[in-house]
């Protein structure tokens, strides 16, 4: 059965960082995966999406790899700022439209 | 504007009085499913529709029912709450031709007594 971390659970930062946020999976036969944000009480919002034949895929300040032999994705938030401050969640999607989910990761940017 | 949406939004119940979350898509998506949100346990997908009438359970089902008569309206049923259904739900669509994303509604917060 596919289970995804994400690491680290919880990251406080100052304005201004660049931040890596991790998400590794156990089975390397995905579809795609997906990052997403989410505010507190709020829904989620896609913020990109990686085919399994893709290596990154890039939006504004955001950039998300996929190392599918290894089991491995990061999101990558050029010149952190306080409205990035949200729950970040990665899932995997393999071929039986049940996406798992990992439990995000907490980012606080604080000016 | 695309969206999902939810109704309703806040629900307090008690064990045992059947309810329904609605839940309406407006871009024309073949594929939409319903997870719940917990504490500790992130987000589980409860049941999805590959298209009318096509529905399938995900990982968590027990004790919830789905109907797809229309495309865009995908309702979840309670047909006898307990108190661990406590929980955030929330519906999400998305096209099911090629991997494409995800679009999920604002959540319902359901508290059963």
């Known amino acids: 059965k596919q289970e995804v971390t994400q690491i680290p659970a919880a990251l406080s930062v100052p304005e201004g960082e660049n931040l890596v946020l991790n998400c590794s999976f156990t089975?390397?036969?995905?579809?795609?995966l997906q990052w997403f944000r989410q505010d507190p009480g709020k829904g989620l919002t896609s913020l990109l999406l990686?085919?399994?034949?893709?290596r990154e895929q890039t939006s504004g300040r955001l950039n998300a790899s996929l190392d599918k032999s290894s089991g491995r994705s990061t999101l990558y938030i050029a010149a952190s700022q306080p409205g990035d401050s949200a729950t970040y969640l990665c899932?995997?999607?393999?071929?039986?439209?049940?996406?798992?989910f990992g439990r995000g990761t907490s980012l606080i940017v604080h000016p | 504007e695309a969206q999902v949406t939810q109704n309703p939004r806040y629900l307090i119940t008690v064990t045992g009085k059947k309810l329904t979350v609605t839940c309406s898509q407006n871009?024309?998506?073949?594929?939409m499913s319903w997870y719940r949100q917990d504490p500790g346990l992130g987000l589980r997908q409860i049941y999805y529709?590959?298209?009318?009438?096509?529905?399938d359970k995900g990982d968590v089902p027990e004790g919830y029912k789905v109907s797809r008569k229309e495309k865009r309206n995908f309702p979840l049923i309670l047909e006898s709450p307990s108190p661990n259904q406590t929980s955030l739900y929330f519906c999400?669509?998305?096209?099911?031709?090629?991997?494409?994303?995800?679009?999920f509604g604002p959540g319902t917060r359901l508290t059963v007594t």
């Open positions: 990686i085919q399994s034949s893709q």
């Open positions: 089975d390397s036969a995905i579809y795609n």
């Open positions: 529709s590959m298209n009318v009438e096509v529905t």
């Open positions: 899932a995997v999607e393999g071929g039986s439209y049940i996406p798992t």
């Open positions: 999400a669509s998305r096209m099911l031709a090629g991997p494409s994303e995800q679009y």
């Open positions: 871009m024309n998506h073949e594929y």
